[in-house]
């Protein structure tokens, strides 16, 4: 969904072509498997045995693209802010397209911050047993939580939230000074 809003779906263009849409499935669900296959193996790394070295190698696959889908919805959200600005959308619109971004980017360094703290604790192995869950399980999920609520905020209905609908609004500065 944010893949495909950052694309200007909706906004700027009607609809998305198939050809880039079948592209973005496809990298989601090899981000998805990924995300499976090292949930099954931090899960059983102790009780298999897993060494930190193949660990820290699915960690870091996994990491790259998840960096690649980053910056393929970053360098969309710039694309779209230059084309809103380019057709003269309104300044709502752009603002809140800006603060996304921001969001976004703010969710990608917490989210930094806990792949390095996962990264620690495969390698250095300090983590009790009965504190695993907070690197593993509740640190990704309140980086989700926190991204989730944000975004929650900036698309909160509000009284101006009609002037974010579909039309263009032609030329702003006429407007303002009628």
Known sequence: LLMESASGSGFVIARFAMSAELKMNMV??????MQFIWKMIISYKDQYMITPRFIMAITVSDS??????????????NSLLVTLQDQKYGS???????NVRLVLVGTF???????LMQLADVWLAVTPWKLQWVPYDAAPHAVY???????????WPHADSRKLGYSNLENQDDETEA
Do not use: D, N, Q
Request: charged share 5%.
């Open 28 to 33: 989601c669900v090899v981000f998805l498997l």
């Open 64 to 77: 790259l693209i998840w960096l690649v889908l980053f910056m393929w919805v970053y360098c969309k959200f």
């Open 92 to 98: 709502e619109i752009v603002r809140l397209f800006l």
């Open 109 to 115: 360094l917490l989210a930094a911050v806990v792949l």
């Open 145 to 155: 939580t926190l991204f989730l609520l944000a975004v929650m905020i900036l698309w």
